[in-house]
């Protein structure tokens, strides 16, 4: 790891931790989708890796932007992330509680993103780079509506276990 001494270093690094979750994700939300039973929850993990592809993107010109690379760097945390994922998919539970845990596993996710690119565009407004905040502010939009929605497929699945359950 090369030493950081400018503002702009911390968010080259910032960036190319995102690339790489994103880019793990990429591979995990197929698995996701195929593993979800519920059909509204199965199109939410498949929209979401369009716009994941998108993020990529994205990045991709934050980093030209920035005169770097958002390669080279791997985000330990979503690979434990992913991981839990896979624990999700290889529940053996009833559909709807597995549905439940793969939206849990999703919303860990998510949170995460929601911070790193919180803390990125932090650093981005600070240098008032103004195109790399509106780039950043696009994916945070995205991630966040992400969130909501898992929490109302989440909440529209519970209210209908509670009904069996009567
Ligand atoms: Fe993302
Ligand atoms: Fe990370
Ligand atoms: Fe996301």
């Not at 910032?14 to 793990?24: C, G, H, M």
């Not at 290889?90 to 860990?108: F, N, S, T, V």
Request: charged content about 35%; proline content about 2%; some cysteine.
């Amino acid at each position: 790891m090369s030493k950081l001494v400018t503002v702009k270093d911390l968010l080259v690094q910032e960036i190319k931790d995102l690339f790489s979750a994103e880019n793990q994700l990429t591979h995990a939300l197929p698995k996701m989708a195929e593993g979800a039973s519920d059909p509204e929850l199965k199109k939410g993990f498949e929209n979401h890796l369009k716009e994941t592809e998108v993020q990529m993107e994205r990045l991709e010109k934050v980093a030209e932007l920035l005169d770097a690379s958002p390669r080279g760097k791997a985000c330990e945390a979503m690979k434990g992330l992913v991981k839990e994922g896979e624990e999700a998919l290889k529940e053996d539970a009833d559909p709807d509680l597995k549905d439940l845990a793969l939206i849990i596993a999703a919303q860990k996710v998510e949170h995460y993103e929601i911070a790193g690119y919180g803390g990125a565009r932090a650093l981005a407004e600070a240098m008032q780079m103004n195109k790399v905040v509106e780039l950043l502010q696009a994916t945070l939009d995205e991630e966040g509506k992400t969130d909501q929605k898992l929490t109302e497929i989440a909440s529209r699945i519970l209210a209908g276990t509670k009904k069996s359950a009567d």
